[in-house]
Each structure stands twice: as C-alpha cells, then as structure tokens.
C-alpha cells in the first residue's frame, strides 16, 4: 500500500470525521450483540420450561415478551448508528475524492506543453475520473467495512471467548488459511487491476481522437477501419475485465466455504459440550448467530481487498502525473510589466521530445510600442519565438527580457497577463460566442466585447446569427468558418488590452479585404503596444516598424519592408512571387 501512503494527508486532514465515524461504528456493533444474547437466553428459558413446566409456567412468556421487545429496540438504535457510520464515513471520501480531483486538476494546469504533448488526452482524463474513482473506495466503503469488521471481530471474539473458550477456537480455526489466501488472490488482483486501467485509458483515448476527427474519418470513409480497431480495444478491455472477475470470483465461494465450515465445528463441537453438560443450549444458539454475524465481515475482507489493491493500481497511475515537475518554473518576482520593450539575447531552442532545434543564436531588441513582422518558410521557428515569450518553453540556450526583467524571474501570472495570444490553431470553447470573447477578460462588458469583435472585423458575421453573440458554438468551434475562428480569437486578445500582442498566422483563412480591415485597425489599436506579427503573406507585415526573416532557426534578414525587397534574399523573392498571384 505504498501507493496510498500519498493519501495520507487526507486522512490526517478528515482525521476528526473519522474518528466520529470509529466511534459510531463500535457503539452499532456494541448494539448488535444484544440480539444473539436475548436469542440465547430465549432459547434456555424455552429449554427449562420444557424440562420443568411447572416452575416456569408463569414467567416464560414474559420472559420471552421482553426479550423480543428488546431484540427489536437493539435492532432499531444498531441500525441508527449504522445509517450514521455510512453517513460520516462516505461522506469523508467523497469530500477526499473532492480534493483529489482538484489536486490533480491544479497539477495539471501548471506542467508544460512537453507533457500534453507526451500524454493523450483521453489518459489524462482516465487518470482523473476513473482512476480517483476507485482511489474514492478505498477511503469509503473500504475504510467502513475495514473499520466494521475489525469492531465486529474484537467485541465479538471477545464476548465468545468469555461464554465459552474453547468452542471459539475451533469456531476460528478456519481463519488463518482465509489470511492465506487474501494474500495470494491480492497480489494477483493488483497486477490485473492495473492491467484494466492501463487498457481503459487507452480505449478512452482511442474514443476521444474519433469524436474529435470524426469530419475526417467520414470524409476518408475509414469508418470500417475504425470500427476494427474499436473492436479490437474493446476485446482486449472486456478479457482484461473478465480475468480480473475471475480472480474476484474466488472469494466470495472461499468466504462462504469457510462460514460454512465453522458453522459445522459449532453445531458438531458445541453440540457435544451440550451433551456434556458444558454449555447451555442458548449458548450454542448464540454461537451459530454470531458465525452468521462475521459471515458477511468476514466475506468483505475479500471485496475490501479487492477495493485497496484496485485503489493501489489507480493511485500509482495518479501518483506518476503528480511526479512530473513542470519544467516552467515560476518566478519569485512581483514586476509588472509596463512597458513591454522585448530583448532576445543569443537564445537558441531545441525541442525536447524531438531533439529538432527550432531556433539559433536568435539576437533581436524590440522597442516598447513597435511592430514587429515575423516570415520565413514552415518550420523557420517563427511560432517558437513566440512561445518563448509567453513562456510556453524556456530557452535552451541565452536570455529572454521584458522591461530589462529576465521572463524566468517573473511570476507566470504576471507575465502572461500582459500578453495577448493569438495561436497558429485558435481554440474556442463549448461556450457563446460572448463568453469565449470573454475569456480574455472575464468582467467585460457587452459594450467592450461588441468593440473587440469590431476590431477584429467579426463583428457583423455574429449579428446574422440568430442568437448574435449568445449564439452557441460547438467543439473547438466546429459550427463556424476558419476565419470566423481567428477573428474571435483575435477579438480575446484584444479585449484583455495587453501590453504585448502575439498574433501566430492568424489571419490565413481570412479573404484579402478582411485581412486589410483588419490590419488596419490593429495599427490603431497596437500604436501603444509591442506586437509580433508572425505570417506567410508579405501583406500583412509590410508595415511593421521591423521585419525580421528565419530560416531553419536562424535570422537570415532584418528590416523595413522598403529595406528588404531592395535586397537580394528571401523576403524579396517571397513579395515578388505573392505580388505575380494577386496579378493573376
């Protein structure tokens, strides 16, 4: 259980509901032992009756009233203190499943882009529904019928050694071969358990890529490949299951064959100490009711340590995310930043999981307020050089300043605050067209995000929808067009009235008109700000302040867009070729 030592803190935290909930536990067994007890003496009185008639003609049914009377208000205050051990102990794991949901969710949202890269998205979210799911068990039923059986056994085992020694140790005997098997059918169930998580993860996976890209599978007509394929995931899920139920399916006849076992040695045993005068005959009545009473403790040892070695698999999958260090470090530094001036020092960048240098010896120093123009071919490293200003990756090599402030000494949150993104890939949200504008800032008025989608020229496409801006959009917005996507995404930067603004190729899907409308107000807009404007069309960076050209990661030109188609190189024989295709 070395896995859920991590839950530890939980336990300590909840430590006083617990400890309520041991203490009702106890008194409900305590409760329950009244019954076998008047059982018992039911069951002698009725004997001496029958032996002497006379001598107890008058007081039997009394007796007899009086015991059914008080099995009864046992029964009821027992089963009260039950319902209250099930309320505080279940209630205890759910408010931990709570936590760890929450845990694990923040952890999530400080690693890097490496990690997402690494990790399927379907696996991420195993890891924090199922897998918290059985963690979730293990601190409810498990710990209840853990602490359940443990007070049956102790006031039980003890209240019959009391009566009658001698018949409790044969009662017992078939205990320590149960011990026995627990441990062997435990192993094998934690290695079958993580066997199933690990293949559920990579069915959830697999179903989470096809909803996703299920326009092209259709458009591929690949739906029998898929189909395959599910099937194949499928099969492997169910025969995971089915050899952990098989393993499962032992305890449950084991338990019963032990109960029964025991309850043979209390008739045989017990019987011949009656006969012998040794015990009273309620005695025995008691004993086979108490047998009957740690049936169902003893048959949960089982399913409770299928729950724990379950809980045990879940925890070290959870357990090895919660590992993972990001390897963005946030800053001790509370600086704002003001100005936005932007200074690339010697940085060079290589991609840790594909070893591909993205960037090279990268120097560049950017004014506060200017505009700078990103070209070069694809894979050039012009998406990098704005993902290292975010502080999406950090340098491998050189230094990265704002305001003369190294970015790895700033609070993230400080940082990206004044920055305003536009991806290559823009993603919306399930939500209103409002409230992904909002996002970028979320106490926007209606006014503001009517004029951030005027900035972005989106503004008349949203009023045709029927529902204007509380229109509802589907998946990563599937419902609108390409530039209908990049002009909302560029209406969330702008409202958020950044310090910095980054636009990655967000204007490839809209027409040529648009795209001047839009840089147009972009100038009025960014006169104030530093902005990077990274593209493929010389349109759209011809009146930036600077314009720098990349090539496999290294800075082959720099300049005004007159400066540039004046010389010999990329960026001229990259205008000529675009100025032939608008001719055409």
């Known amino acids: 259980m070395k896995e859920l030592q991590y839950l530890n803190k939980y336990l300590r935290k909840y430590k006083g509901k617990l400890i309520i909930g041991i203490l009702i536990t106890v008194v409900a067994r305590i409760f329950s032992l009244f019954t076998p007890r008047l059982v018992g003496n039911s069951m002698t009185a009725i004997e001496r009756y029958v032996n002497d008639k006379a001598a107890y003609q008058d007081t039997i049914q009394d007796t007899l009233l009086i015991n059914i009377g008080l099995i009864i208000a046992a029964s009821l205050v027992s089963g009260f203190f039950t319902f209250l051990m099930r309320q505080t102990i279940i209630n205890v794991s759910r408010y931990i499943e709570f936590d760890l949901k929450n845990e694990i969710y923040e952890h999530y949202q400080v690693l890097c882009s490496t990690f997402y890269k690494k990790n399927r998205t379907g696996d991420l979210m195993s890891r924090i529904s199922e897998d918290v799911s059985k963690v979730r068990m293990y601190f409810g039923p498990a710990i209840m019928y853990s602490i359940n059986t443990i007070a049956l056994f102790v006031i039980v085992i003890a209240y019959m050694i009391s009566i009658a020694p001698s018949l409790t140790i044969y009662t ?350 972009l100038k009025e807009v960014s006169k104030a700000k530093t902005t990077f404007i990274v593209s493929h069309r010389i349109s759209s960076v011809k009146d930036a302040d600077q314009i720098i050209v990349l090539e496999n990661g290294q800075l082959i030109q720099q300049g005004t867009h007159e400066e540039l188609v004046k010389s010999e190189g990329h960026y001229r024989n990259l205008a000529e070729k675009q100025a032939l295709q608008k001719e055409k």
């Not at 040794?278 to 005695?283: A, K, L, P, R, T």
């Not at 940082?415 to 106490?443: A, C, H, M, W």
Request: aromatic letters at 8%; one cysteine or more; a negative charge.
């Open 172 to 521: 017992l005997l078939p205990l320590p071969f149960l011990s026995y098997t627990i441990y062997k059918l435990s192993r094998a169930i934690n290695q079958k358990s993580t066997v199933v998580q690990e293949t559920l993860s990579r069915l959830s996976s697999f179903t989470q890529e096809v909803f996703s890209g299920i326009a092209i599978i259709k458009s591929y007509n690949i739906q029998p490949t898929i189909k395959s394929n599910f099937e194949i995931l499928s099969i492997e899920s169910k025969d995971n299951n089915v050899a952990l139920a098989k393993v499962q399916a032992w305890f449950f006849p084991l338990m019963i064959l032990l109960i029964g076992i025991s309850n043979l040695l209390v008739i045989f045993i017990g019987g011949k100490q009656y006969i012998a005068g040794e015990i009273e005959i309620g005695v025995l009545a008691e004993f086979i009711i108490y047998v009957t009473m740690l049936t169902w403790p003893v048959a949960t040892v089982g399913w409770v340590t299928s729950i724990i070695q379950q809980a045990e698999a879940s925890q070290k999958r959870i357990n090895a995310f919660l590992k993972e260090e990001p390897t963005i470090k946030n800053g001790e530094s509370n600086s704002e930043i003001k100005k936005g001036s932007v200074i690339f020092e010697n940085v060079s960048f290589t991609y840790p999981d594909k070893g591909i240098k993205a960037l090279d010896n990268i120097s560049i120093h950017v004014k506060e307020g200017q505009t700078w123009g990103i070209v070069g071919n694809t894979g050039a490293g012009k998406s990098t050089l704005l993902e290292l200003i975010a502080r999406l990756y950090d340098p491998s090599q050189g230094e990265i300043r704002i305001d003369q402030k190294n970015i790895n000494t700033l609070k993230l949150k400080n940082l990206r605050d004044t920055i305003g993104y536009v991806p290559q890939n823009p993603f919306l949200f399930s939500e209103s067209i409002k409230q992904n504008i909002q996002f970028g800032k979320g106490d926007a008025t209606d006014n503001e995000i009517r004029n951030a989608a005027r900035l972005a020229n989106v503004e008349g496409n949203i009023d045709q929808f029927s529902n204007g801006f509380e229109t509802l959009l589907g998946e990563r917005g599937v419902t609108l067009s390409g530039g209908q996507i990049q002009r909302i995404s560029i209406a969330r930067a702008l409202i958020k009235d950044p310090t910095i603004l980054l636009f990655d190729d967000c204007l490839s899907a809209v027409d040529a008109d648009t795209e001047e409308q839009i840089l147009v107000n």
